[in-house]
């Protein structure tokens, strides 16, 4: 399927932010680099690449998506990289055994689409070559998102995840141009009614799980050390499925602020 | 995207044939191999390998797809790897000025699902990695393939093209077995993954808000009493979205009832 024209200009408008998560090869880089490339995908973030960064076979395997392996950001970890996002599309292979809405690249597709439209940031997250995403990055985003594949090998490589997504992502835009209705009216629902706020980014999200674990250590309520990752998991993805907006994680932090100062308040009195 | 189950057996039932014509590279034949695996496709024929046959690079990088490389039959030319077949799709990147009709792979994924349920043969055709199919080559099929792709960066690989057209004849196939057959797991989806435990009653959902909402009052949370009806709304609504557990709300009432002791428990040494 060869036949790029050279004279048509980039497809750089608001589009999903791809997260490589401490990928291995500057192979695999540069080949997601292309296929982002094929479908108007154009801002790609890689946290702990595992051969350090610029890395020149990046930019070879991406075959002329040179643009987007040069404007590649970085990242210590993951919660840095996805500080300003509202919502994260995590791709798996396998059930992880969590709470957590399991969607196909078709209706991610839709999602990122219906976000997008109305302003949001969206990311989506890739695993490393060997064994994909720890089940507490997966953790961190609202949704996974899992292809259909014959499960008998269903072993697909970075690229070609990227690929899939980039194109149900791309496939949906194109139609909703073909319909010529960029304006885009009724994407509202089904999703929040968010009068007079905004979805909450990941580091004000991030920033109220810190402050509740804060207070959880403090009151002992981790009682063994060994169940604490697994007890944390399940609370971030308890409050990641309510999507929370900006002023409801204000809330949340006066929730928890306010019940800890509770017995505090009944006692001075005594003092 | 890591995840086969070796201990499932390969999905061999009807399916699309896959002709490559003219490969020039083993690699390329070999990735397209593993992709077709990914989609249950298992018939590969080669018209007119440039590099002969067999080739060990094919074999090395299909990554286990053994079984398609060692199947797979060798044509002097088009027409006789096409002889048996009844339908014909030609992917091509770009038009060609043919009055033939042009599908999405969207369209080709339920047509070939269609045809191949009322017992029809069907093949899909991709082109040399250089300059794809020959205009000759595309009307000997009855419909062109083409993707929606940035027409700024449209060159896709051999792999990806029969990536995309596996996938969708795939997802078809998969969301009519979906419908039959409650046994494939990697089908499962959208919806919840709930191990071990059940959506809470509304019993148990109010029980908990009841819980948090004496916690506050007695922490001085609703400052305002004119204020308190739409914020505990808003705590509701919060909550409600992220459609919890049995499970989730017990752990909820924990962290309530650890977050009032916490400061309780500090002070204990104190008095």
């Known amino acids: 399927m060869a036949g790029t024209d050279k004279t048509r200009n ?5 589009a ?32 702990d690449p595992r051969d350090g960064w610029p890395n020149e076979k990046a930019l070879t395997a991406s075959s002329g998506a040179n643009w987007i392996i040069e404007a590649a950001t970085v990242h210590p970890d993951l919660p840095s990289a996805l500080a300003d996002m509202n919502y994260v599309y995590a791709t798996t292979a396998r059930p992880r055994g969590m709470i957590k809405e399991v969607i196909t690249p078709e209706e991610a597709g839709h999602d990122m689409r219906r976000r997008i439209a109305r302003g949001e940031k969206v990311a989506v997250l890739f695993g490393r070559e060997r064994w ?61 009614q968010t009068p007079d706020t905004r979805p909450a980014t ?23 050390g060994d169940k604490k990752p697994g007890m944390l998991r399940n609370i ?35 003092e």
């Open 10 to 14: 980039q497809v750089l408008g608001p």
């Open 16 to 47: 999903p932010v791809t997260v490589l998560v401490n990928p291995q090869l500057g192979e695999n880089i540069g080949t997601a680099a292309r296929a982002m490339a094929n479908f108007g995908l154009h801002s790609l973030r890689l946290v």
């Open 132 to 192: 994909g995403l720890s089940n507490d990055e997966v953790s961190l985003a609202d949704v996974i998102v899992t292809a259909p594949v014959n499960p008998a090998f269903a072993s697909i490589n970075i690229a070609q995840a990227v690929l899939l997504v980039g194109y149900e992502w791309y496939k949906e835009q194109a139609e909703t141009l073909g319909q010529q209705t960029p304006e885009l009216p009724a994407l509202e629902g089904p999703g929040l």
């Open 202 to 224: 990941k580091e004000e999200f991030y920033g109220f799980l810190d402050h509740l674990e804060r207070e959880l250590d403090s009151a002992g309520f981790f009682k063994t």
């Open 236 to 270: 971030r993805n308890l409050f990641a499925r309510a999507e929370l907006t900006e002023q409801e994680v204000r809330s949340l932090r006066g929730i928890v602020a306010s019940l800890t100062r509770a017995h505090e308040r009944r006692r001075e009195p005594k």
